[in-house]
């Protein structure tokens, strides 16, 4: 996104039409330019956008008065199905946060104890034992599928989404371990006629397909879908819901807070996030988070729907480097946007998490194919530390050298044309994305890809749009698929005031072109202006040193307790 130098990799974008350049342009180490500043247009519009206070010894409680009951269900093992890799896990993250949060009536169902028998008598106990203003919280992550729906014109596109559990089989009595849509949408009715809120999870999918898709060469995927045959020769399940059923939609409710892992028409993939030692759910890891406290942006003690569904989205989208889309509902109820999901009582405010000091490394693990991992000795990556693994050892990039394109796990290219005089670069670029998704943890900031995030190709128009930065200063810099930095914005005299609206969009005919791969936009948003964080930005303007980008925000932002930190990634292919 910017002009094309030799050995550069950033996708280049026009203005116009025409490549933009600038005569002040400088290299480092073959360096290349990613998104021209001059393109930019900030257009402003309104939410404000502060730091979640810290909390610690904090005591989760309901809306209002009353209690909250859990039943968290996680399958990884199958009878029929292929194994996930990190749906146990994310039960056991969202359980722990429950239990440091004071929860203690929680039912947890774990692989084959997620029977359709023991879930059902869980439900109907939770429905049983609500009372009004209680809080309800429902998690399940596994495998999710559709199938012709029971209830004729119940769904537009007449298919039930189901969450699989783990005994089933298309084959006999075992047809039935598996819970339709229309069942939990009786289950949450009845809950909200008691009065009680609902929190309800789905990590899991029904639909075919990703934003993008993948290259092959990054190895087997874990997707949390499964297929199941459309006509079952003998199907035992016989549904709690009735004819009288199939209009309920979980919009129609006032009490339900409901988070879904992806739309019915794409895929959940499992992720891997640093530090974790399985792969994960990147909505159940969000989750957890949140519950913790990490979502209250404000930190007045309440997590509202806006700030559970916006920490929630950022989370996914930048972990999933963008192919997960999750939904949420209530969408179109603005009356309900603001109303709180939970409350965390008691709760000692503290600083903000300090950002590690010193250099320190980040670890990224690469495979080789088609070369010899001899290459790979001379590389000296600023930030990054390389640890060199099978293309079957979960790594985070794996580099074909035979054709120089570096590719992920999740089947994105993320650089063309690498050598090996390239790669200590690309692997400082992949470290210094990891290390601002882990500060965004603590301080997500909204920012997203305009108009989709698929595959983009040559002469497309394309938007980055950051929300809720009303009041705020804002720096927005890329990071390019070959560690190129670039500051966007602010770059001339007065554009560092802060925004008086809550939207700025960076577009003015920014257009696509060769050559392609992987950027990353980051949006650092703060209640003051940063200008010595500006001027360590713009001293690597145009230079491939991601790998400085750990040390600058460690020294510039930490102690700033408004700080706000997101980043969209933006992918393309000829």
């Known amino acids: 996104m910017g002009a094309q130098s030799a050995g550069g990799m950033a996708p280049r974008l026009t203005q116009g039409g025409c490549p933009m350049t600038s005569p002040q342009r400088t290299r480092a180490r073959g360096g290349a330019a990613a998104l021209w500043p001059y393109a930019a247009a900030m257009i402003l519009a309104g939410m404000p956008a502060l730091f979640a206070t810290a909390h610690a010894g904090a005591q989760l409680a309901p809306p209002g008065a009353g209690s909250i009951h859990a039943l968290i269900i996680g399958a990884d093992h199958y009878a029929t199905r292929r194994s996930l890799r990190g749906a146990v896990a994310d039960a056991r993250d969202i359980e722990q946060a429950l239990r440091a949060g004071g929860i203690r009536d929680l039912t947890v169902l774990i692989n084959e104890q997620a029977t359709r028998r023991e879930v059902v008598i869980a439900i109907d106990r939770l429905i049983d034992s609500a009372r009004a203003g209680d809080l309800v919280i429902i998690s399940f992550a596994g495998h999710g599928s559709q199938m012709p729906e029971r209830v004729k014109g119940s769904d537009p596109d007449g298919m039930d989404e189901v969450f699989v559990l783990p005994a089933f089989d298309e084959h006999g009595v075992a047809t039935a371990e598996r819970l339709l849509d229309k069942e939990i949408n009786v289950w949450l009715?009845?809950?909200?006629?008691?009065?009680?809120?609902?929190?309800?999870?789905?990590?899991?999918?029904?639909?075919?397909?990703?934003?993008?898709?993948?290259?092959?060469?990054?190895?087997?995927?874990?997707?949390?879908?499964?297929?199941?045959?459309?006509?079952?020769?003998?199907?035992?399940?016989?549904?709690?819901?009735?004819?009288?059923?199939?209009?309920?939609?979980?919009?129609?409710?006032?009490?339900?807070?409901?988070?879904?892992?992806?739309?019915?028409?794409?895929?959940?993939?499992?992720?891997?996030?640093?530090?974790?030692?399985?792969?994960?759910?990147?909505?159940?890891?969000?989750?957890?988070?949140?519950?913790?406290?990490?979502?209250?942006?404000?930190?007045?003690?309440?997590?509202?729907?806006?700030?559970?569904?916006?920490?929630?989205?950022?989370?996914?989208?930048?972990?999933?480097?963008?192919?997960?889309?999750?939904?949420?509902?209530?969408?179109?109820?603005?009356?309900?946007?603001?109303?709180?999901?939970?409350?965390?009582?008691?709760?000692?405010?503290?600083?903000?998490?300090?950002?590690?000091?010193?250099?320190?490394?980040?670890?990224?693990?690469?495979?080789?194919?088609?070369?010899?991992?001899?290459?790979?000795?001379?590389?000296?990556?600023?930030?990054?530390?390389?640890?060199?693994?099978?293309?079957?050892?979960?790594?985070?990039?794996?580099?074909?050298?035979?054709?120089?394109?570096?590719?992920?796990?999740?089947?994105?290219?993320?650089?063309?044309?690498?050598?090996?005089?390239?790669?200590?670069?690309?692997?400082?670029?992949?470290?210094?994305?990891?290390?601002?998704?882990?500060?965004?943890?603590?301080?997500?900031?909204?920012?997203?890809?305009?108009?989709?995030?698929?595959?983009?190709?040559?002469?497309?128009?394309?938007?980055?749009?950051?929300?809720?930065?009303?009041?705020?200063?804002?720096?927005?810099?890329?990071?390019?698929?070959?560690?190129?930095?670039?500051?966007?914005?602010?770059?001339?005299?007065?554009?560092?005031?802060p925004s008086q609206s809550a939207v700025k969009e960076l577009n003015d005919e920014i257009v696509v072109r060769a050559p392609y791969g992987a950027d990353h936009v980051v949006a650092i948003v703060s209640e003051r202006t940063l200008p010595q964080l500006q001027e360590a930005i713009k001293a690597f303007d145009q230079v491939r040193a991601s790998g400085r980008i750990p040390d600058i925000l460690r020294k510039h932002v930490a102690g700033d307790a408004s700080v706000r930190i997101g980043f969209a990634g933006l992918f393309t292919i000829p």
Request: proline share 5%; glycine share 8%.
């Open 189 to 497: 009715k009845r809950i909200e006629n008691k009065g009680a809120y609902t929190l309800f999870l789905a990590d899991t999918c029904h639909g075919g397909g990703l934003t993008r898709d993948v290259d092959l060469r990054a190895g087997e995927m874990s997707y949390r879908q499964t297929v199941i045959s459309l006509a079952p020769l003998d199907d035992a399940l016989t549904p709690i819901s009735t004819d009288r059923d199939r209009m309920r939609h979980p919009e129609e409710f006032d009490r339900l807070t409901f988070l879904a892992a992806a739309d019915k028409w794409t895929k959940v993939p499992e992720l891997r996030i640093e530090g974790q030692p399985t792969l994960r759910g990147a909505l159940s890891y969000a989750l957890a988070r949140a519950l913790e406290g990490a979502a209250d942006r404000d930190g007045d003690g309440r997590t509202t729907r806006r700030e559970l569904f916006e920490y929630a989205r950022q989370l996914a989208q930048q972990y999933s480097q963008s192919r997960q889309n999750i939904h949420t509902e209530p969408n179109r109820r603005t009356d309900l946007i603001d109303e709180p999901v939970f409350r965390r009582l008691g709760a000692r405010e503290q600083p903000p998490p300090a950002l590690a000091q010193g250099r320190g490394r980040w670890t990224v693990r690469i495979a080789v194919l088609n070369g010899s991992v001899e290459e790979l000795a001379d590389a000296e990556p600023y930030f990054a530390k390389a640890e060199v693994v099978s293309s079957d050892q979960q790594p985070e990039l794996i580099w074909d050298a035979a054709d120089g394109e570096v590719f992920d796990r999740l089947g994105d290219v993320v650089a063309r044309g690498i050598r090996q005089r390239d790669i200590a670069d690309v692997l400082d670029r992949t470290a210094a994305v990891a290390f601002v998704a882990s500060l965004s943890e603590l301080r997500p900031q909204r920012i997203m890809l305009l108009p989709s995030n698929k595959h983009h190709r040559d002469g497309e128009k394309v938007t980055f749009r950051t929300e809720g930065v009303k009041d705020r200063s804002i720096i927005l810099f890329n990071i390019a698929s070959n560690g190129t930095i670039q500051l966007l914005y602010p770059r001339r005299w007065g554009e560092g005031v």
